[in-house]
Nanobody
């Protein structure tokens, strides 16, 4: 099926930078939208950034101008470059894939909204 594997994350000081990546695997032809969400302790999971296969991106107001999402459709991989990190960016970051299609001679929709296992980002001095 569809698997999302994240890498990156870790501990960084305030004002520092960190990068995340997420690679999708499985019998995938295309993915309509891939993005990053995060969940801090005691809070709901929230959207951080999303990128469509057509190159449209969107960011949460709290990260716009500091975070950049990039996508490599051929590699089915997304990246999140996080700059000027703040303590409030501390959270578990999850990769998401929505609108996944396979191909077996015909393009077909693969039901489901897929998540990675999550990677911890901690911003602290």
């Amino acid at each position: 099926q569809v698997q999302l594997v994240e890498s990156g994350g870790g501990l960084v000081q305030p004002g520092g930078s960190l990068g995340l990546s997420c690679a999708a695997s499985g019998s995938i032809f295309s993915i309509a939208a891939m993005g990053w969400y995060r969940q801090a302790p005691g809070k709901q999971r929230e959207l951080v950034a999303v990128a469509t296969s057509g190159g449209i991106t969107n960011y949460a107001d709290s990260v716009r101008g500091r975070f950049t999402i990039n996508r490599d459709n051929a590699k089915k991989t997304i990246y999140l470059q996080m700059n000027s990190l703040k303590p409030e960016d501390t959270a578990v970051y999850y990769c998401n894939a929505d609108g996944v299609y396979g191909y077996n001679g015909t393009v077909y929709y693969i039901p489901g909204n897929y998540w990675g296992q999550g990677t911890q980002v901690t911003v602290s001095s």
